[in-house]
């Protein structure tokens, strides 16, 4: 007895040894990639760093700064917030088309699923960035089709101040691959009873989509809303890619600004302050979610 009641704490040294030396690889890259930057960039949020002179203190004044003296912010900012206005709705409603449109027993359907989802691949990469950009400018495909139809324009869709930000959210739009595969896993998991029961009673199809599937979804609509507003609030390729912020900072994303102050013109600090600015905007927003959530997501199990 007392040789097992020794042998277990020893047991148990070696498993949380084994379990430490796993999570190592992870613990390190966390601190090093992501905590110890975190807390540098903090620091240099009060300070007047700019990559060539030693960071003074001072204080408040980045922010006080961007709130007052800086009209690129607030342009910035309003970009961002249409963009993901448009964008957020657009995927998660396109993503959930698809995802019940492959929710059935076809032959091909993974084939189609791949498709669908190869967007969220290479949808962000500069390569595809970059097309996107023949695409639609002066000498584009869409520019010649709307010449074929007689529609005459005289400066591309990227070119104009009016349209060049829609074509970056028609972009985005088009990478919900990622959201789509995860609405058809969470299709898959509502009980097929609840559609027998609906259909004898002779609910119509819309009918059952309201009363049942967009409940039984409320969850992953959620879970998705969360990802693709923080995915809104960050985009900078697209932006930076295909109409470098123009025409007039009609496409001027927020991180794009922030990564001008950074690497243009050298403001670290203030650069730093402008990215915390945008952590709390997007703190602000999952915080208003997650507490409104108990009015309108569903948990099968009864839990909020």
Known sequence: MNKK?????????????????????????????????MLISIYYSFTDFNLLNDAQIIGFDNYVRIFTNDDTFWQALKVTFIY?????????????????????KHRGLGLYR???YIP??????????????????????IMS???????????????????????????GVWQFGSSMLI?????KQIPYSLYESAMMDGAKKWKIFVKITL????????FNLILQIVNGFRVFTESYIITDGGPLDSTLSYVLYLYRRAFTFFDMGYSCALAWILVLIIAVFTIVLFKTQKSWVYYESGGE
């Open 5 to 37: 009641k020794k042998s277990r704490p020893v047991y148990k040294r070696r498993d949380n040894i084994a379990g430490y030396a796993m999570l190592a690889p992870w613990l390190f890259g966390f601190v090093l990639m992501w905590f110890l930057p």
């Open 84 to 104: 993901a206005l448009f964008l957020v709705p657009l995927r998660l409603a396109f993503a959930l088309l698809v995802a019940m449109l492959l929710n059935t």
């Open 114 to 116: 791949t498709i669908y």
């Open 120 to 141: 969220s691949i290479i949808g962000g990469s500069i390569a595809v960035s970059i097309v996107w950009r023949q695409i639609f400018g002066n000498k584009g495909v």
């Open 145 to 171: 089709l709307l010449g074929l139809f007689g529609v005459e324009q005289k400066v591309s869709l990227i070119g104009n101040p009016k349209t060049a930000l829609g074509v970056i959210i028609l972009m």
């Open 183 to 187: 609405f058809l896993a969470a299709l």
């Open 215 to 222: 409940p039984m979804l409320t969850p992953t609509i959620f």
